[in-house]
C-alpha cells in the first residue's frame, strides 16, 4: 500500500515537472546506454582476442636450444644445445603432466606446384599431436596427419587454408589431389580451417604446408629439430613441466639446469595470463567512463530533487504536521530518485540491447576490424550496469532526501 502511493506521488510530479523529470530521465538513459555498450564492446573486445590468442595453441610451451652460459661438469660454456627426436621422445616418457608433444622441422624456400601454379612457401614437419596442440585443424572431408603417415613415412601433405587459396584457386575437391613439394609428388590430405592467429613464429599457419617428420627427415635429411613444442595438462604445472625439461635435458646434454641460456623457452601459458590481465583492464577502464557518464547524470537527477524539495516546502510541513515521520519524508523522496533512475536506466538498457543486436549483425570481414570483434552483452555487464544505477539512484536522493526531513514544519507552513 505504501509503495502504491509513493507511486501515486511520483506520478503526480511528473506531471507538475515533465520537461525537468524528462531531461533527467533522458541523462540516465543515456549514461546507462554509454556502460552497456563500452562494456559490450569491452567485453566482444576480449573474447575476439582470446580466440584470436588461442590460434597458436592452448597451453603450449616451445623449446628453442640455446647456448650454455656456465661451466659445467668441467666443461666450458658456449656451447650449443641442439634437439632431436630422441629429445621428444625422452620429454614424453619422462613428464606425465606433459599431454602432447613434437618436434618441429621448418624449411623455406621450397617449391610447391599445381598445375600451372608455382610458389615458393615454407613447409614443416611434424607429429600428429601438432593437430590439437597448435589448432591445426582439417576442414570437412580432410584429415590432418596420422600416426600411419609416420611410420610409413608417406608423402601426404596439409596445406593452410590461404595457402590452399594461393596454389589451388577455386579447387572444389583439393583433397586427394597431386602436388608437387621441390618436384616431388605429395598427396593432399586436409585444408586447414580458417583461423584467427595473433601470436605466430615464421608466418601465419594459414600460409605453410606441413608434412610428417619422418618425410621431411628422409627427404631432407634433417637431424636437429627446430624446436620443441608441447602442452601440459594443467596452466598451474606450467612452471613444474619447465623445470623438469631442463633437469632432464641437462643431464642428457650436460649443462647446469639452472643455466636459462641453454635453452630458451617461449611459454604462451604465461604470455596468455598476462594478456588476459590487460584486457581486463581494458574493461574496467571502459567501464569507469560509462560509470563516470552515469554519475554526470546523477548530478541532474540530485538537482532536480533539491527542487522539488524547495518547491514542496509547505507540503512536507502539512504532512509533518499531520503526524509524518522524517523517515516517511526521507523515503518518499529517496523513491521519486530512484524511480527516476530505474524508468531512464530501462529505457537506456532496452535501447542498448536493440543497437547490440544490430550492431552483431553487421559483418566485420577478415580485416583489422574482425579483432575487434562485436558488442556482447552478458550477464556480469547487466548486474554492474544494475549495481552502479542503484547507487547512483541512492546518492542522487539521499542528500535531498535528508535535506527534505530537516524541514521545520511550524517554518515551512509559512513559506510561500
Same mark, same amino acid.
Given at each position: ?18 520537461? *525537468? %523529470? ?7 538513459a543515456w549514461g546507462t546506454l554509454s556502460i552497456i ?10 573474447? /575476439? ?14 623449446? =628453442? ?7 659445467? /661438469?668441467?666443461?666450458?660454456? +658456449? ?5 632431436? #627426436? ?19 622441422y621448418d624449411m623455406y624456400g621450397e617449391t610447391l ?8 612457401? *615454407?613447409?614443416?614437419?611434424?607429429? &600428429?599431436?601438432?593437430? =590439437? ?6 576442414? @570437412? +572431408? ?11 613415412r608417406r608423402r601426404v601433405i596439409f596445406l593452410g587454408?590461404?595457402?590452399? /587459396? ?46 610428417? @617428420? ?42 647446469? &639446469?639452472?643455466?636459462?641460456?641453454? $635453452?630458451?623457452?617461449?611459454?604462451? $601459458? ?11 583492464? $581494458? ?13 554526470? @547524470? ?7 530533487? =533539491? ?12 504532512? *509533518? ?12 523522496? %529517496?523513491?521519486? @530518485?530512484?524511480? $527516476? ?5 530501462? %529505457? ?13 549483425? %553487421? &559483418? ?5 576490424? /574482425? ?43 509559512? =513559506? #510561500?
Amino acid at each position: 500500500m505504501k509503495s502504491w502511493y509513493l507511486f501515486r506521488l511520483f506520478t503526480r510530479e511528473l506531471r507538475n515537472q515533465r520537461k *525537468r %523529470i524528462a531531461l533527467t530521465v533522458s541523462g540516465i538513459a543515456w549514461g546507462t546506454l554509454s556502460i552497456i555498450l563500452l562494456l559490450a564492446f569491452g567485453e566482444g573486445l576480449k573474447l /575476439q582476442l582470446g580466440k584470436a590468442d588461442h590460434g597458436l595453441g592452448v597451453n603450449i610451451v616451445m623449446l =628453442y636450444g640455446g647456448q650454455t652460459s656456465k661451466v659445467y /661438469q668441467g666443461l666450458p660454456r +658456449g656451447r650449443n644445445i641442439r634437439f632431436t #627426436e630422441e629429445d621428444v621422445q625422452l620429454l614424453k616418457d619422462k613428464i606425465p603432466q606433459i599431454t602432447g608433444i613434437s618436434g618441429e622441422y621448418d624449411m623455406y624456400g621450397e617449391t610447391l606446384t599445381y598445375g600451372n601454379t608455382t610458389l615458393t612457401e *615454407r613447409v614443416t614437419g611434424v607429429l &600428429p599431436p601438432f593437430e =590439437y596442440m597448435r589448432s591445426h585443424y582439417p576442414q @570437412a +572431408g580432410g584429415r590432418f596427419i596420422n600416426p600411419i603417415d609416420v611410420d610409413q613415412r608417406r608423402r601426404v601433405i596439409f596445406l593452410g587454408n590461404s595457402l590452399k /587459396q594461393r596454389l589451388m584457386g577455386d579447387e572444389p575437391k583439393p583433397i586427394g589431389k597431386t602436388i608437387t613439394l621441390n618436384g616431388i609428388p605429395f598427396t593432399v590430405i586436409g585444408i586447414m580451417q580458417e583461423k584467427m592467429q595473433m601470436s605466430m613464429y615464421g608466418g601465419p599457419d594459414a600460409d605453410k604446408a606441413t608434412i610428417p @617428420a619422418t618425410t621431411l627427415e628422409s627427404l631432407d635429411g634433417r637431424r636437429y629439430v627446430n624446436r620443441i613444442v608441447y602442452q601440459v595438462n594443467r596452466t598451474e604445472m606450467a612452471p613444474v613441466v619447465e623445470q623438469q625439461a631442463f633437469e632432464i635435458l641437462g643431464k642428457k646434454y650436460r649443462f647446469d &639446469p639452472s643455466d636459462k641460456k641453454a $635453452i630458451f623457452v617461449w611459454n604462451t $601459458i604465461e604470455q596468455r595470463q598476462v594478456f588476459s590481465n590487460m584486457l581486463t583492464g $581494458i574493461q574496467l577502464f571502459l567501464g569507469l567512463i560509462g560509470a563516470l557518464t552515469l554519475l554526470i @547524470a546523477s548530478v541532474g537527477v540530485a538537482n532536480i530533487m =533539491y527542487v522539488s524539495v524547495k518547491e514542496r516546502t509547505r507540503e512536507i510541513g502539512v504532512k *509533518r504536521a499531520l503526524g509524518a515521520k522524517r523517515k516517511h519524508i526521507k523515503q518518499q523522496f %529517496i523513491m521519486e @530518485a530512484l524511480l $527516476i533512475a530505474v524508468v531512464g536506466g530501462a %529505457i537506456g538498457g532496452t535501447v542498448s540491447l536493440v543497437l547490440i543486436k544490430i550492431l552483431q549483425g %553487421i &559483418p566485420v570481414g577478415s580485416g583489422p576490424l /574482425q579483432l575487434l570483434g562485436k558488442p556482447t552483452f552478458s550477464w556480469p555487464i547487466a548486474i554492474s550496469t544494475a549495481l552502479i544505477l542503484g547507487i547512483v539512484g541512492l546518492a542522487a536522493g539521499y542528500f535531498p532526501a535528508k535535506r527534505a526531513a530537516k524541514v521545520d514544519p511550524v517554518e515551512s507552513l509559512r =513559506y #510561500e
